[in-house]
């Protein structure tokens, strides 16, 4: 496992968040509990949830095991959890208004059973709430020891970019990270988001880096996906990528280019396309879930794996998007020349196509 800096904060994460979205629901809380023991002997530290995960549980069921283990362990903990998303029938109980993310932030605290959480991300945009009322309340949650650090979550180039440079103007916490979906089938967020990322010193963490399982290599063409899955789960984010994912033969090259590759290194298609998202500009932990202790030993063994030069520009050449003739044709190239260096592949490559 490596270590990176959270964004432009001097806290360092391991290269793999783990995601607990399954915790309490399709993974048993004994499951759960012997999956981040796992995950933290082999290195992790970065876990991630969110308060409408399982309607709390998952925050729940990751309190239940901060409350039974040793200071010494939980102390290795960074703890990231969400806040945006209501489970109750209230109007305001969907917003990043300070009404509802007092309410949510101490709800999290309380299930969390801790007194600090140290990333808490808004986790969506809210087109109603002024941005200066929602940094308001965040920077008085840090100044009052409830928050260390401040991320987002779902949020366009041109939305980060907004509350960024609000928060500059009002001299209050900045967001460090940016929790968005990104993998080798879903690369969009480099024409504007990676851009203004690396502009502002932002850290990435992908969520998804297995397109809902398809990149594990377990669907085929023409194949509709077991209902038991995240491609086959009916939630509508799901339930739209895996209509998308099939129509598209860009996809399925992509997917077989992955399993080739893997077949001729010697990894599982996961490794690969965890280890090229993990190395991607701007990125700093993908998000990775496991609903068993045999999935989570085989996504770790993607932290670990580095992509060789040749490798990388067959997926950045087969998964490249069309980002058309403008704004993100020749026009965007030119735009974000200035972020993209030697070491930048994934959007050298794309801006190349």
Avoid: C
């Amino acid at each position: 496992m490596q270590y990176r800096t959270l964004g432009r904060s001097g806290l360092s994460v391991s290269n793999l968040a783990l995601g607990t979205m399954d915790f309490g629901n399709d993974t048993a809380e004994e499951d759960s509990h012997a999956i981040i023991d796992a995950f933290l002997e082999a290195g992790g530290n970065f876990i991630d949830s969110s308060d409408v995960y399982g309607g709390g549980e998952s925050e729940a069921v990751i309190g239940r095991w901060f409350a039974s283990r040793s200071n010494e362990l939980t102390d290795r903990v960074v703890l990231a959890t969400k806040g945006r998303f209501g489970t109750g029938p209230d109007v305001n109980d969907v917003s990043l208004s300070r009404r509802h993310l007092d309410r949510a932030l101490t709800a999290s605290l309380r299930r969390l059973q801790v007194d600090t959480i140290d990333l808490y991300q808004l986790h969506g945009w809210d087109p109603i709430t002024p941005v200066d009322e929602t940094l308001s309340f965040l920077d008085n949650a840090v100044r009052a020891g409830k928050i260390h650090y401040l991320g987002l979550s779902n949020f366009t180039g041109w939305q980060l970019q907004l509350v960024l440079s609000t928060a500059k103007a009002m001299g209050v916490r900045l967001p460090v990270t940016l929790q968005q979906q990104y993998s080798l089938l879903s690369r969009e967020i480099e024409w504007e988001v990676v851009p203004a990322a690396l502009h502002n010193g932002i850290g990435l963490l992908p969520w998804s880096p297995l397109a809902g399982g398809f990149l594990t290599g377990k669907y085929q063409r023409d194949a509709t996906p077991s209902s038991n899955t995240r491609a086959g789960s009916g939630n509508p984010v799901y339930e739209h990528a895996s209509a998308d994912y099939a129509s598209k033969d860009r996809n399925w090259d992509t997917i077989d280019a992955v399993k080739t590759i893997a077949h001729r290194i010697g990894a599982t298609p996961s490794q690969v396309a965890i280890s090229w998202v993990a190395n991607q500009p701007a990125v700093t932990s993908p998000v990775v879930g496991a609903r068993n202790l045999e999935q989570l030993t085989n996504n770790l063994a993607g932290a670990d794996l580095t992509l060789d030069a040749h490798d990388t520009a067959i997926l950045n050449k087969v998964s490249a998007p069309n980002p058309g003739d403008y704004p993100y044709g020749p026009f965007g190239r030119l735009q974000v020349a200035r972020y993209i260096d030697s070491s930048a592949q994934g959007l050298s490559e794309l801006f190349d196509h």
